[in-house]
């Protein structure tokens, strides 16, 4: 066909036909569309398996904070040392030698240990809080005094390390921090049966402590619930109530541009800045306690407030005008319109945006650091004006203490600060499928 | 919208609650250097425990931060007690007193020795302060002689000190901010700088700027303040070499050893008698307008001088820290007893 058509009119000049040139470069086309697949997909893999790495690197780091090793004392109360007088008064049961009991204790296990070197590694074989945890025990149960019995003790940090195989028995004693006659009584009270690693409680129901066996995140934890409820209670309401206002009522001016520049600007704001804010606002100004759940909480709310209002400005937006024009035609107030019928409507997505900016607010170290909650705390805060801090902190924290425990105990926290951050996505994206509806 | 300003109303309720709460404390404030908080914090939680009063806040902010927090003022908002890892400064003392606190009590509890470590694959250096200073300075005396500085041109360390290995100088220590660089600077460098005597002649500032300056091409690098880190990456990297404190090369001397410094080994006599050439003083400074105010605060100083913790067998010592001679602890156990305020020119 083409050649007739050259042959009928010459003067016409040789144009290709469509198909001829699709087909000329079609393997090359196709080519560069498999490198774009193969691009995407070694992206893909490469991202994947970062996010496998880190896992893999944390839970096998922090698998072992979660388990204990314990070692069994048979304790015998003496009651001439604890109560001498017989009056069960709980102040006279307090004041008792329990540190002395502990390790008296230890000497009649292993009677060869003579010499002051020999039986200091002998007493850092338990932790240093086995002799509170007698005293505890004594006090909720004064019927145990006169009376021999099996406690389990935690091990010391340094020996948990052993049992758990952290630490290597072939390189030369000196270079260990467990000595040989250490290595020796664990191996003779594991063959007793007196050794047991068991689910570490003291991990859920402790706050912080310098002794790895006696650490816990439930200080960390309660102090991160404080300063988020204090951040959904001021960041939702004022948030959502700032995106109703300039979505739906505000006039469309120059300044309300310049409200809606700076609001997205703000999001981008490094977090630190919100901290140094919060310094000389909340804490120089207001004078409010440092180290507080409740400046915390302040602060984070400045933080996570262009989000909400971001996320639900979107949400308002993407509820159909219809619904606005349907509920003016049939009489509504605006405000009836928009609390009536728009804001049920936009309430999914905005909560959604919430949830994402909480968990933000939850992985948040930075800006805490200016208001002092970057502390080393040990009672669990128990109120919005108690020192505490958040789990962030406690693992920055962690991950700087000397002592080698204390690794598995940051990787352990991570685990759990990661398991709720993937809660709190989850439950968003749960609402977002569930309520979101679709126009 | 019920539901909104009901939630609105409670926050409201609660900032106003709060408020009236901080006008009293009944907790020990305490702030400072980021070398005395393993120690401190050991003494707060045991203090914590075995009495009756709040187990102590401490915060980690470096020896400088926490006396700037701490000279600002009396009153329930500042701390109570600094921590840190140098001695306070003229200057400091002067914005306390500026700032209305006039009695501090200061408080020595022991020392700390400044490691200079590589990992236990590669062999233990022996170095003198002088190879140090020539290895890490930004400006150093011409190798080709004459009393002249130039920028320093060395990249391993047999160029420094033939007796030295053949391996490039990569350094890994703690950023400006950190004590730790302080004491590293004035005892590890200056001392080196002071070997060679034309610099030692040298005008104060000049001899400081001389003395004082790391180089900043990249064979010293600034690795944070995180010293497990740097043990990591010792691990790592066999060649390099690491600074940081004695309490972290107690706590891994299966992974690192320390370099002997003039001779003498980082351990813990040698830095007790001050034979190691790189050891300072930690201290802590109570501010005694608190005491009586806030309820604890001289029972935990005399829990962190006793000779159960800062003592030679003390269980502070299990720590890494360094206990003072027993003459020297028992004057600043007197006073913590006695409160007995600093002079307040130094």
């Not at chain 2, 360390?157 to 901010?177: C, D, F, S």
């Not at chain 2, 050891?279 to 309820?295: C, E, M, N, Q, W």
Request: proline fraction near 5%; glycine fraction near 8%; charged fraction near 20%.
């Amino acid at each position: 066909m083409t050649e007739d058509n050259s042959t009928l009119s010459p003067n016409i000049p040789k144009r290709p036909r469509t198909i001829d040139v699709v087909r000329k470069n079609i393997n090359k086309r196709n080519a560069a569309e498999r490198r774009f697949q193969l691009y995407g997909k070694v992206a893909i893999a490469l991202a994947i398996s970062f996010v496998f790495i880190l896992f893999f690197d944390i839970i096998n780091k922090g698998k072992g904070a979660f388990v204990q090793s314990y070692i069994a004392l048979d304790i015998y109360l003496d009651e001439q040392q604890i109560d001498p007088d017989g009056t069960r008064d709980p102040a006279v049961i307090a004041d008792a030698n329990y540190f002395g009991i502990i390790r008296s204790n230890l000497r009649e296990m292993f009677p060869e240990v003579s010499s002051r070197q020999e039986r200091r590694n002998l007493y850092s074989l338990v932790s240093s809080g086995a002799s509170y945890q007698l005293a505890d025990l004594v006090r909720e149960h004064p019927e145990y005094i006169g009376n021999t019995f099996r406690l389990w003790v935690p091990a010391d940090d340094d020996i948990d390390m052993l049992i758990k195989g952290y630490i290597d028995r072939n390189i030369p004693e000196d270079d260990r921090r467990i000595k040989d006659n250490q290595i020796a009584w664990i191996d003779k009270l594991n063959e007793e049966g007196r050794v047991k690693t068991q689910f570490n409680t003291t991990f859920f129901t402790a706050g912080d402590s310098r002794d790895a066996e006696l650490a816990g995140i439930l200080g960390a934890l309660s102090g991160s619930f404080f300063t988020l409820i204090v951040t959904l209670l001021l960041s939702f309401p004022i948030g959502v109530a700032a995106a109703i206002y300039l979505e739906e009522f505000a006039p469309q001016n120059r300044l309300t541009d310049i409200i809606e520049v700076n609001i997205n600007n703000l999001a981008a704001v490094p977090s630190i800045v919100f901290g140094l804010l919060g310094l000389a606002v909340f804490i120089n100004f207001f004078a409010l306690p440092r180290s507080a759940p409740l400046v915390g909480g302040l602060v984070l709310t400045l933080m996570t407030l262009p989000t909400i209002i971001i996320s639900s400005r979107a949400a308002l937006k993407s509820v159909p005008p219809a619904i606005r024009e349907a509920a003016i035609g049939l009489g509504a107030s605006k405000m009836q319109m928009v609390f009536n019928h728009v804001l049920p409507l936009a309430l999914p997505g905005m909560l959604t945006g919430t949830i994402i900016g909480m968990a933000q607010a939850l992985g948040e170290t930075a800006p805490l650091l200016m208001i002092g909650m970057v502390a080393f705390i040990v009672d669990v805060p128990s109120s919005f004006t108690d020192p505490s801090t958040v789990l962030p902190v406690q693992i920055f924290l962690w991950a700087d203490s000397p002592e080698r425990a204390f690794v598995e105990k940051t990787s352990g926290a991570i685990m759990v600060l990661l398991a709720f951050l993937i809660t709190m996505n989850a439950v968003a994206v749960f609402i977002r499928k569930k309520l979101e509806r679709r126009w | 919208m019920n539901k909104l300003i009901t939630s609105m109303a409670a926050t409201a309720l609660l900032t106003a609650a709060t408020v009236g709460q901080a006008a009293s404390r009944d907790y020990v404030s305490i702030v400072g250097s980021s070398t005395v908080y393993p120690f401190a914090t050991v003494v707060a939680e045991r203090f914590g425990k075995s009495t009756s009063f709040k187990t102590p806040k401490i915060e980690s902010t470096g020896s400088g931060g926490g006396l700037k927090l701490f000279c600002a003022g009396v009153g329930v908002e500042h701390p109570d007690i600094t921590n840190a890892s140098r001695r306070i400064k003229q200057t400091e003392l002067d914005q306390c007193v500026e700032n209305g606190v006039k009695e501090i009590i200061e408080v020595k509890v022991g020392y700390d020795g400044i490691a200079f470590a590589n990992s236990k694959k590669s062999a233990q250096l022996e170095v003198e302060l002088k190879d140090i200073f020539l290895a890490l300075a930004k400006e150093v005396p011409d190798p080709k002689g004459g009393e002249k500085l130039v920028a320093n041109p060395y990249t391993t360390w047999n160029e420094v000190n033939p007796n030295l290995p053949n391996t490039k100088i990569e350094v890994l220590g703690p950023p400006p901010t950190s004590g730790t660089r302080d004491a590293f600077v004035e005892l590890g460098m200056e001392g080196g700088c002071n070997q060679i005597d034309w610099i030692k002649a040298l005008a104060k500032d000049k001899h400081r700027t001389v003395c004082h300056s790391i180089r900043e091409d990249g064979a010293y690098v600034e690795a944070g303040e995180n010293d497990n880190l740097i043990v990591q990456k010792l691990e790592a990297n066999p060649n390099a070499y690491g600074i940081f404190g004695y309490s972290f090369l107690d706590q891994n001397s299966d992974k690192v050893h320390g370099a002997k410094v003039g001779g003498v080994e980082p351990e813990f006599d040698a830095i007790a008698n001050g034979e190691y050439p790189v050891s300072r003083s930690l201290y802590f400074y109570i501010k005694k307008a608190h005491v009586g105010t806030i309820p604890g605060i001289q029972e935990y100083a005399k829990e962190f001088v006793s000779e159960n913790a800062s003592g030679e067998e003390g269980y502070l010592s299990d720590r890494g820290l360094i206990p003072a001679p027993s003459e020297e602890h028992q004057s600043y156990q007197k006073a913590v007893n006695g409160l007995e305020p600093m002079p307040s020119k130094i």
